[in-house]
Structure formats: structure tokens, C-alpha cells
């Protein structure tokens, strides 16, 4: 599955919220509103959580969503965990590319998406009582209105979360 729109085809090398982008599968949530991007290059580093995190809420206080700060912190720290952790193998020659991070406003709704070079697919799945970790998407299951992921071409994936601004 590649991810293919009316504004054409992306790789995980050169995606960048082109202006009016939103997630397919999450289209019919759209509403009116100021529409605004920012983006973020993730190095390969632990630091780059606290740098997105700090980006994440900078952004949101710019565009007057203060109040979804919060949320948007724990989202955004689950997904870029999940995109240095699983989606870089540093021993394969196109891991070396970057990890992006975008948030995409439309009114009251803001995604974020992370693409990265890797193969492995985000999934949802249950950890045992003694394990140390397997929460993070149901975090974001929890806080977002929706969330999901697409393959990007020639590989690598996008995976996004939409939260909305309480009213």
C-alpha cells in the first residue's frame, strides 16, 4: 500500500505536509477553520523526545490550542518513540535518513505525523502485567480522536494521530 493522494506520492524521504493535507482515514472529522504546518527533523538521538515535545506545545501555543498542549505531549512522545526505537535500524544504509515530525492544524483539529524509513508496522497490542512497555499507542488510542498509518513509498510509513482542542 503506497500512500498516493490528489497531491501525489510521497517517500519517506521528501514528506512534508503538503498545504491542505490530512489523513485519509480520518477525512470525515475535517472542519472548518484556520489551516497551518510545522514540521521537525527528529535526529537519532533520546534528547529528540523532549526537543518534539517542546516543539509539539510551542506550536500549539502559537496557534491559540494551549489547552491541547498536554495531550499532544503524551502523543507525540509515544510516537517518537515508537519512530527512533522501531523505525531506524541503523545498520541498514537507508535507516540513515531522518525521522519527520509534522503537526497539521485544521480549526480545532491538529495531527501529528511522524514518518521514518523503517519497515515495521505500529500495532496495537496487549503487554503482559510484568512487562515494561507496550502501552504507548493505547496512549494514543486513548487521547486521540483517531490515529492510524500508511506505507510510504519506495518504503517506510507515516503514522498520525488527530486530537481536537476541548471546547
Not at 521528501?14 to 489523513?23: K, S
Not at 485519509?24 to 475535517?30: E, F, G, M, S
Not at 509539539?56 to 491541547?68: D, F, I, K, R, V
Not at 503537526?103 to 496487549?126: E, I, K, N
Request: charged letters at 15%.
Amino acid at each position: 500500500m503506497h500512500s498516493t493522494t490528489a497531491l501525489g506520492q510521497w517517500t519517506t524521504f521528501d514528506w512534508w505536509p503538503p498545504v491542505g493535507w490530512w489523513p485519509d482515514a480520518a477525512r470525515d472529522l475535517l472542519m472548518s477553520g484556520p489551516s497551518a504546518s510545522a514540521t521537525f527533523v527528529l535526529p537519532p538521538v533520546a534528547s529528540s523526545i523532549h526537543s518534539a515535545r517542546c516543539f509539539a506545545s510551542g506550536a500549539l501555543t502559537a496557534w491559540g490550542l494551549t489547552e491541547l498542549a498536554d495531550n499532544m505531549e503524551l502523543v507525540v512522545s509515544e510516537l517518537a518513540t515508537n519512530a527512533l526505537r522501531h523505525g531506524l535500524r541503523l545498520e541498514e544504509p537507508r535507516c540513515h535518513r531522518p525521522v519527520h515530525m509534522s503537526l497539521v492544524r485544521h480549526g480545532s483539529l491538529v495531527t501529528s505525523a511522524f514518518t521514518d524509513p523503517g519497515t515495521s508496522v505500529p500495532v496495537l497490542r496487549y503487554p503482559g502485567p510484568l512487562d515494561t512497555g507496550g502501552l504507548g499507542l493505547h496512549i494514543v488510542d486513548s487521547l486521540s480522536l483517531r490515529w492510524g498509518w500508511s506505507a510510504l513509498s519506495p518504503y517506510g510509513k507515516i503514522v498520525w494521530a488527530v486530537l481536537c482542542q476541548p471546547e
